[in-house]
């Protein structure tokens, strides 16, 4: 059963960096889009940074380009995101996400909660 687990969050101060990590089990191979959305307090889940298992070059939302980066294992067995110079903005629930593109079927991990505070 394919599953997504994410950790790494946490409380960090203005200016710091956070490694957030997502560990992915159960997937049959395939061509997926691998990705970070966040969702902070009323507000619409949106989307961070994402790549695909076929190594194109991966998209940046505005507000990450140049603070985070994506990445993951040769083995493509876990995501992370290299966060840095986070700002209270960047407040809230990271979650991991795994689009199978043929048949299309989205995959969720069940978060992570950052919280930039000093």
């Known amino acids: 059963q394919e599953q997504l687990v994410e950790s790494g969050g946490g409380l960090v101060q203005p200016g710091g960096s956070l490694r957030l990590s997502c560990a992915m089990s159960?997937?049959?191979?395939?061509?997926?889009?691998m990705g970070w959305h966040r969702q902070a307090p009323g507000k619409e889940r949106e989307l961070v940074a994402s790549?695909?298992?076929?190594?194109?070059?991966?998209y940046y939302a505005a507000f990450a380009k140049g603070r985070f980066t994506i990445s993951r294992d040769v083995a493509q067995t876990t995501l992370y995101l290299d966060m840095n110079d986070l700002n209270p903005e960047d407040t809230a629930v990271y979650y991991c996400?795994?689009?199978?593109?043929?048949?299309?079927?989205?995959?969720w991990g069940q978060g992570t909660q950052v919280t930039v505070s000093s």
């Open positions: 996400k795994m689009v199978r593109v043929d048949p299309q079927q989205d995959y």
């Open positions: 159960g997937f049959s191979p395939n061509l997926y889009i």
């Open positions: 790549v695909s298992t076929r190594g194109t070059a991966p």
